[in-house]
């Protein structure tokens, strides 16, 4: 079956600088897939390739298996729903979603049902008559949303949709968001740094840093099984030890499995590690604390080792003074080796 | 106890008193100047009536020239809006050119009417167009106004197209609208205001010039303020004060509907607003 959407050696560069780097994706019908990465990363710019508001400097970009690289934004059977909701302020709610469907020549007399039903699913029928100036931050993006949504587009494009809303709103959104992709089967881009947003809703994740694609897969794969160090520290909280042939002469790391010769980095997340007595684990660090900080309910220590700072979360206050000895421990399974670069 | 004044806002209000005065005085006289009932301008006014309104309004040269007047301004004002929406889009949209061709689009604001006039008088008086001659026509007067009112109405547009959300413009693309109907639904809605504003600069300024139509009309073609001054030199009655209390209200009333407009569009973005 033709993919949704291919991309084929897509590079983007701004005079010397390169926003996308030879950028391969494919999505299928029906996936929900995520651009992740820091700001900068290049994935705003591959989520305005694929929409068609900039023009790739080289490379393929193919919807339904017809080539659209060449094409203008308005030729596009994409639609986005953009960061700051670009409502348009002249027209009301039922107006605005009535916008798209014109200009792809639905017959005017399919619009109305269409625009109702739509603010049904979003859940904002009371709303049709009113001007995005008489609405809220999170209606706004609701009603972006069914505009999006209501021409039906190949491609549904999110361009960080929920960065201008607070947490309450935003998880409202995001769950929202999960029940009508659910419930309609869209196939989405959805570009965010919000890594909780991106492991929420994807089918499948696609890290990105310095316009290259790091990593792609399910959002357990890349959590659990990370491709690179940029994408093991990109995603949730980890420790860092850089280890080299000396590390531990002195005693002071004690490791199941030494890697090979040269420089690594160890990876561990903060959740896997334990505080232990010396010998007790089967990997262990002698550590010196720096800071005990109380974080509501529970207390994170950091810790210095001669290789890195180590940090855990434990469930009681420890009598323990900055200065003080400790030792930290993990198992083999837990620990995720990447040479040093 | 009454609530004290600060010194400084004392003076603000003498300063905007002496300002009022300065410039509503000569507008009252000659307002009431207007209703006399004499036969020549001079005070104390004996007698009040209408009847110079009559006149005016009985008078074919002089509904002619208002006429006139009107007639240009509302030409000026259409070749004005219609130069400076692509002109002012254009500027807005181009970050290099702009500060070279601002200074070249505000020339004309610069150039004396007298010289602007005898120029054009000069240039086009023996032109012909389609068997009619093109001096003492109204379009020729209208397109010597649009040298100034053009300026006036790009500089008044230009911020409202360069303030206008790009992602709104981006938006109407992504939904399909191609970039004249985007252009069309979406950017020139959205500079309305500015659209307004500059038809309206446009509109007054070519009713309230007078040099240049006073080059290029002739007995046929002249406006108020030229007449106005015609009949300044020749017999100083009253219905000078009708002709130019009328002009000024016909200005008054062009700024008032504006406003209204504004204002109307105002509440009706109000009337929207959330209900708690």
Redesign the interface.
Known sequence: MTPRLQLTALRKTYGSFTAVEGTDLTLGEGEFLTLLGPSGCGKTTTLRLIGGMEKPSSGRIEINGKRVDHLPSYKRDTATVFQSGALFPHLTVTENMAYGLKMRGVPSSEIPGRIARMLDVVQMGRFAARYPSGMSGGQRQRVALARAMVVEPSILLFDEPMSALDLKLKLELRSEIRRLHRELGFTAVFVTHDQSEAMTLSDRVVIMNQGRIEQSGAPVETFERPASAFVYSFLGESCQLAIDADAGRDGSLRLANAPGAGRHLLFLRPASLRRVSPGEAPNEADARVAEVEYLGGSYRLHADAPSGRLSLDLSEAPALAPGDGVTIGWDSADATWFPAP | MTERVSPGLWADRIFIGLFAAYVLIPLGITALMAFSDDNIIRFPIRGWSLRWFEEFFGNRRWLTAALNSLKIAALTACLSILLAVPAAYGLSRSRKARSRLQVLLLLPLFVPAVVLGVSVAIGFGNVTLFGHALYGSSLLVACAHTLWALPLAITVLEPSFATL?R??V??????????L??FF??SL??V?TGLVSATLFAFITSLNEFIMALFLTTRDSQTLPVLLWLSLRSSATPQLAVAAILLAASVFTAIGLAYGWYLLRRR??RL???MI
């Open positions: 959300d992602s709104l981006e938006a109407s693309g992504d939904l399909g609208a191609s970039p109907r985007s639904t979406v809605p959205l309305s009706r973005k929207s607003a959330p």
